[in-house]
Nanobody, 114 residues
Framework: QVQFVESGGGLVQPGGSLKLSCSDS????????LAWYRQDPGKTREMVAS???????NYADSVRGRFAISRDNAKNTIYLEMNNLKPEDTAVYYCNQPIAPVAWGQGTQVTVSS
């Protein structure tokens, strides 16, 4: 059973913005850390941002200063606000828990192109 459901992707021009959402379908309130990952076809899936339950965040160098991860524990949802998007940000974006990851969801496609 898929636990995380991602949404909010789309086609955007370079320099544009998108906000992704990830909901925990099992409504598990005890997940300590959640993260956003992305994968382009033929490339390894990489973590782009993580957030602990206390709000502490961490970012990959490639997105720091452009992306912002946030978390609403009451809604069992995390978000990824992406600004100043670049063509190299094109990928399928997923969320999961870095500690003991569960089965991956379908992700949400982000395409940055003019």
């Amino acid at each position: 059973q898929v636990q995380f459901v991602e949404s909010g992707g789309g086609l955007v021009q370079p320099g544009g913005s998108l906000k992704l959402s990830c909901s925990d379908s099992r409504r598990n309130p005890n997940i300590h850390t959640l993260a956003w990952y992305r994968q382009d076809p033929g490339k390894t899936r990489e973590m782009v941002a993580s957030i602990r339950r206390d709000g502490t965040t961490n970012y990959a160098d490639s997105v720091r200063g452009r992306f912002a991860i946030s978390r609403d524990n009451a809604k069992n949802t995390i978000y990824l606000e992406m600004n100043n998007l670049k063509p190299e940000d094109t990928a399928v974006y997923y969320c999961n828990q870095p500690i003991a990851p569960v089965a991956w969801g379908q992700g949400t496609q982000v395409t940055v192109s003019s």
